[in-house]
């Protein structure tokens, strides 16, 4: 089975009750399945922690680099960060069971119906379609400004 995962856009939306907030557009494929997602950052922060117990240095952007969290360039460069993040999820070996796929938001049992060989520790190698230098991600991660001005 072969997992493509990328977050190709995002979108603000506002809302009554709350402030303005961004949703990343998650598209995965599995084989001949495709899903798509539309998730908040806190969403990617949740799955984040929980991994965080056995993989401790996997990439991720903080939660506010700048005052304006809301700014297209903060935004895109927080979409980036955030499928690298979601690249280095997919590629750890075995992907902890369960913990991607609740994420996703995907039922396994679907897939395995489809694939009998489907083990419950699927082992999995994430192909990252816009791979981004290593240097990006790593500004992005440690927190890199972006001026006022923009």
């Known amino acids: 089975m072969r997992i493509s995962i990328t977050i190709p856009s995002w979108y603000t939306k506002t809302s009554e009750k709350e402030k303005a907030f ?13 899903y798509t997602r539309k998730l908040r950052y806190s969403t990617f922060r949740d799955l984040h922690k929980k991994l965080s117990v056995k993989h401790k240095n996997l990439p991720f952007p903080h939660r506010r680099i700048v005052a304006n969290n809301q700014h297209p360039r903060f935004i895109e460069s ?14 750890l070996q075995p992907i902890p069971p369960g913990i991607l796929w ?14 009998s060989k489907l083990p419950d520790m699927m082992m999995v190698k994430e192909q990252c379609l816009n791979p981004v230098p290593v240097s990006v991600i790593r500004g992005v991660c440690s927190g890199i400004r972006i001026p006022n001005t923009c």
């Open 22 to 34: 961004t949703q990343y557009e998650v598209q995965i494929q599995l084989d001949e399945d495709h």
């Open 78 to 91: 927080r979409r980036v960060a955030l499928e690298e993040f979601l690249c280095e999820v997919a590629s």
């Open 102 to 115: 609740s994420f996703l938001d995907i039922d396994t049992s679907e897939i395995k119906k489809k694939n």
